[in-house]
């Protein structure tokens, strides 16, 4: 299923990748510095979170972006996105997106990894992690939030503080241990789960 080689729609990635759970160890090794996306892809933010495998593996900031058609594609790239040869990176793109023409247009999105989210520091109340980045988590994996744990969690991805998530809640900085608490439950559920 071929996308035609003059589709130039744009499609943007917010702040989540998804990789198959065959690319995390490459990734986190540095083995495999991109990821290709078939079309025209811009992201919206400069940093994203990784998740492979079933769960978030890491933060990483997006370094460059560059559209090519698959004609253009070379060993270089394919050694970038973890493959030893063009025509290695070509099985796998069709694997993933079904027959490929070589007009079609992909996007190669440069990655450096931020953060392991296997390196965590497990004494840390946030285990290193941001406010913003906790919330994100939590509200892509727990499915059983209540809707004034979303409310903040919502709004800690949005300001990506605790003070100006309570200002905005409360008017009154002596409430942050409500927001702070809502943060670490999700934090302890998301740790109970195996998720981080």
């Known amino acids: 299923m071929s996308r035609g080689n003059n589709d130039r729609r744009v499609q943007y990635i917010g702040r989540h990748i998804m990789v198959k759970g065959e690319y995390v ?17 811009k992201p919206r933010y400069k940093e994203v979170i990784i998740h492979g495998g079933g769960r978030p593996v890491a933060k990483a900031a997006i ?47 440069g990655l450096r990894i931020v953060k392991k989210f296997e390196d965590l520091d497990r004494e840390d109340p946030y285990m290193g ?43 009154d900085l002596n409430q942050r241990w409500r927001v702070r608490k809502v943060l670490r439950r999700a934090l302890r559920r998301l740790r109970e ?4």
Request: proline share 2%.
């Open 25 to 41: 160890e490459k990734l986190l090794s540095g083995a495999k510095r991109t990821t290709i996306r078939i079309g025209v892809v």
């Open 63 to 109: 370094e460059y972006t560059i559209v090519k058609r698959v004609e253009d594609l070379t060993d270089e790239d394919a050694r970038r996105d973890g493959f030893k040869s063009r025509r290695e990176l070509l099985k796998a793109l069709e694997r993933a997106y079904g027959r490929l023409d070589p007009g079609d247009l992909v996007t190669i999105i």
């Open 129 to 171: 992690l941001d406010p913003g980045d906790i919330a994100r988590i939590a509200l892509r994996y727990l499915k059983d939030l209540g809707e004034d744990e979303r409310r903040i969690l919502r709004l800690l991805t949005q300001t990506g503080s605790i003070r100006e998530a309570t200002l905005i809640l409360y008017k």
């Open 193 to 196: 789960q195996g998720i981080l």
